[in-house]
């Protein structure tokens, strides 16, 4: 077990209550260890302390040698003030209850009474703080300042600057978590606002952030504007299926339908945040091309049936068919326990090894861990705090893993932590980068074989040499060199899916970087892009010694050596990079089920459509980037007639082998914890709010 770091504490006193904490620790955290509350309004524990709205004010007192107190003579800014020996704080003494209300009778001279209209009404800091400090009239007869309503910074946030109380919390968080700097403070005293340089679109990927940080109804959501107030909405938690990070999030939903995202704190995550897509994003679940309802084909048309018409038509085409024949390709934003059923159906009843959910150009056969002996563990997304150095080697991390970004962004400003960027393009990384080595296309491999061997990875090969290199790939030897050299000492690498997987010697950069990696003592980390990848691999949805991966599905599909194709919960046409064999094969195949949430291009060419539930309609667990296995909640009631893809695979096999069925998904999840190594112990009780790390 690691040793636990000495962390210095001082004594203190908090109303004359004793107490020991951190040393620098600031005032307005200290507090909060007896369940007391220091009103803020600037403050914010991510963000380094300002002390701009001066609501934290505190009285200060110091015990000198003789015993006596002596008091300093203004009150101090809790949240600026850290923790020292001897400290005496007081919170609520008639002169800070003084100035309270003083400093909020300021703050509400040119704030409008807009409470009833605004949208922050009912969760609004400003409304609790006036509530429970402030002034119980207005001594303010003049006219308060006017400024333009509703200016909108961006498709997502509307900015009324007639309630902007000028903290600068939204400026902050553009320069100290996103690092885009887009927002910065014009003007001074009265005029002073925030806003985007030359007033262009406030454009940054962590936009929504702001809205949710801002202390009053400035910032607003334009997409949920005027939808709902907070005491007609209903909140559950969830787990954000837009990309691998798994960020924790709250679903606020009216009427059956999501009308707000909020992110929810889960500090190996996402700590507090979230990204554009994720806040976003959800709003595609409420459309209204969903399927509710399965349909089979009779003659050139979908007709609408029971769901026994549509299990009937899919045995009866099942039947006589070969394990060689019968295929299935599923998304990878299915759940564990959909994934799970499906490779259950496929390969024990219908013996089947024809498996896949990957449509990257390149397809290996054996998951890279497995091919090289490395370990299945991955960095976990917090762990990158801790790295003194991280490689970002061919991928857009802010774009790919937007979450994950935030981190090593973090891991830089907080810790000094050297990144080293190696890309064919720009990325939003570069802005921080200790070093930045711009290959040309399709040198990859050469470079990051050419680290390898720089950094004397056994095994590497020795003809790439740094000249060698250089000229092959662009990047100057020196920078190799010195990449090589701040790479040494325990270095993460992190690589995506989509980085190389997509190039003809993706399979050669991803062997050198783990070659790397594993003679360094790093982990090496290749991150999946989708919801649930990672839970893929992890429960063998791939081709089986025999099988077919998609690119040769989709081949025999055109052949006719596959007869039978299941979609399940994915669109070919839509992200296959070769449209023109995905159309062949689904011209081609004489048997095809569409199972999916949304209406789709394939479905033009099914014999049975099948309604699938989204992820906020179903309990069901998903596996983030890190091996982290989460639990995420029914939210929504299910849309018509869909049904759960674990559900339907379960009911469809009772037609081909009558047995126990399972009936939950937290059944589904105790058979996957039984049948499959790496999910050994994970059940829904011992998940919890913060997920459970795979074995």
């Not at 001082?10 to 005032?27: A, F, H, R, T, Y």
């Not at 702001?210 to 005027?226: K, S």
């Not at 290749?526 to 025999?546: C, K, M, R, V, W």
Request: hydrophobic share 40%; aromatic share 8%.
């Amino acid at each position: 077990m690691a040793a636990v770091a000495d962390v210095q504490t001082v004594n203190i006193s908090i109303n004359d209550i004793p107490l020991q904490v951190p040393k620098g620790e600031m005032v307005v955290e200290s507090v909060k260890r007896l369940g007391l509350e220091i009103p803020i309004f600037c403050y914010h524990p991510r963000l380094k302390p300002v002390g701009m709205c001066r609501m934290c004010l505190v009285e200060c007192a110091f015990k000198m040698p003789d015993g006596s107190i002596r008091k300093m003579p203004k009150p101090q800014a809790g949240c600026t003030l850290p923790a020292s020996e001897g400290l005496m704080v007081y919170t609520d003494t008639e002169a800070i209850y003084k100035d309270r209300k003083g400093v909020l009778e300021f703050l509400l001279i040119n704030h409008p009474l807009d409470c009833p209209i605004c949208d922050r009404g009912g969760e609004c800091p400003l409304q609790n703080n006036t509530l429970a400090y402030g002034p119980s009239t207005s001594r303010y007869v003049e006219m308060k300042r006017h400024a333009p309503k509703a200016f909108p910074l961006s498709k997502y946030v509307t900015l009324d600057l007639e309630r902007c109380i000028q903290c600068g919390r939204c400026v902050r968080f553009t320069e100290e978590i996103s690092g885009d700097a887009q927002l910065a403070f014009r003007f001074r005293g009265g005029k002073m606002q925030p806003s985007t340089f030359e007033m262009r679109d406030f454009d940054s990927k962590f936009s929504g952030n702001v809205i949710e940080i801002c202390p009053v109804g400035a910032l607003t959501n334009t997409t949920y504007r005027f939808r709902a107030r907070p005491w007609d909405l209903q909140t559950r938690p969830a787990v954000c299926t837009l990309c691998s990070n798994g960020c924790s999030i709250y679903m606020d939903y009216r009427a059956n339908e999501i009308v707000r995202i909020n992110g929810r704190t889960h500090e190996g995550v996402n700590e507090e945040w979230t990204c554009d897509k994720g806040k976003f994003g959800h709003d595609v679940f409420n459309v209204k091309s969903r399927l509710t309802q399965p349909k089979v084909r009779n003659g050139g048309k979908l007709d609408k049936a029971e769901w026994s018409v549509a299990y009937a038509s899919i045995l009866s085409a099942l039947n006589g068919l070969t394990g060689s024949q019968i295929a299935v390709i599923g998304g990878a934003k299915n759940s564990n326990e959909d994934l799970f059923a499906l490779q259950k159906l496929f390969r024990e009843q219908l013996k089947s090894e024809n498996l896949d959910y990957r449509f990257k150009r390149v397809l290996p056969k054996q998951r890279i861990e497995e091919q090289l002996g490395l370990p299945s563990s991955k960095t976990p997304i917090a762990g990158f705090e801790r790295q003194k150095a991280i490689l970002l080697f061919g991928t857009s991390l802010s774009d790919e893993e937007p979450i994950l970004y935030l981190r090593v962004r973090k891991a830089w400003f907080n810790h000094g932590t050297k990144v080293v960027v190696a890309n064919d393009k720009p990325t939003d990384a570069d802005s921080f980068a200790h070093l930045i080595l711009r290959y040309l296309p399709g040198t990859e491999a050469t470079l990051a074989g050419g680290l390898a061997t720089a950094a004397g990875s056994k095994g590497a090969d020795s003809r790439l040499t740094p000249d060698y290199v250089a000229s092959v790939t662009g990047v100057k030897a020196a920078d190799i060199v010195a990449a090589a050299e701040l790479l040494k000492e325990t270095a993460a690498p992190v690589v995506t899916t989509r980085a190389l997987y997509d190039y003809p010697h993706g399979q050669d950069a991803l062997e050198a970087i783990a070659a790397y990696a594993t003679n360094n003592g790093s982990v090496f980390n290749l991150y999946s892009l989708h919801a649930n990848d990672q839970g893929a691999e992890e429960l063998g949805f791939l081709p089986g010694p025999t099988g077919k991966n998609t690119n040769e599905i989709l081949e025999a599909c055109v052949k006719g050596e596959v007869k039978f194709l299941w979609l399940a919960g994915v669109d070919p046409l839509s992200v296959h990079h070769d449209r023109k064999l995905v159309e062949a094969a689904l011209e081609n195949v004489e048997f095809l089920v569409v199972q999916d949430l949304f209406e789709s291009q394939s479905q033009e060419y099914a014999s049975v459509v099948l309604p699938a539930t989204a992820p906020s309609e179903t309990e069901g667990s998903y596996t983030n980037l890190e091996r982290r296995v989460q639990r995420s909640q029914q939210v929504l009631p299910i849309m018509g007639e869909a049904k759960p893809v674990w559900r339907s695979i379960v009911e469809l096999s009772l037609r081909l082998k009558p047995e126990a069925p399972l009936f939950n998904a937290s059944e589904v999840m105790d058979r996957i914890a039984r049948d499959v190594p790496a999910f050994a112990g994970v059940s829904y009780e011992t998940m919890g709010e913060e997920g459970q790390f795979l074995a």
